[in-house]
């Protein structure tokens, strides 16, 4: 069976989208293609021996599409709460936060540098996460 691996969006300014998806979305990068092919790969942080399930490929170019959005699942309510507050004060939060229950629980919804949507949810039901 196939396993899903990653996503890849575009953006336009591979620095600035490199520093919103590490300090924000707490993000480690995992691979540096810079030199070879212009992508940075992103991942939850990890040990140094074991690989990513899953990484967010930046790759530079003129953004044309934009993805529905990206979710991140916090593990208290107090950090989706910081982000809100955080992504306020840079001009980026697009909802505040909201309670809405059942599936998908407390969340807020902040803009990347490119205007992709990101979510930060907790509480949403799913296993694993």
């Known amino acids: ?3 899903w691996t ?3 969006i575009t953006v ?3 620095p600035k989208s490199i520093d919103f998806y590490t300090e924000i979305c707490g993000l480690v990068v995992v691979r540096d293609r810079r030199p070879e092919g212009s992508t940075v790969w992103l991942g939850a942080h990890k040990s140094l021996d074991e690989d990513p399930a899953f990484v967010l490929v930046l ?3 003129e953004v044309r599409d934009r993805v529905g959005h990206l979710g991140f699942q916090c593990g208290l309510r107090e950090e989706v709460d910081q982000i809100a507050a955080r992504a306020e004060r840079l001009g980026i939060l697009e ?5 809405s229950g059942g599936v998908v ?3 807020t ?3 990347d540098p490119d205007g992709h949507l990101v979510e930060f949810t907790h509480g949403q ?3 694993g996460l």
Request: charged share 15%; no cysteine.
């Open 12 to 14: 336009s300014d591979l």
């Open 109 to 111: 919804i902040i803009r």
């Open 1 to 3: 069976m196939a396993r």
């Open 95 to 99: 909802a505040p936060p909201t309670d």
């Open 59 to 61: 790759l530079p170019g």
């Open 105 to 107: 629980g407390y969340s």
């Open 125 to 127: 039901p799913i296993q």
């Open 6 to 8: 990653h996503l890849t």
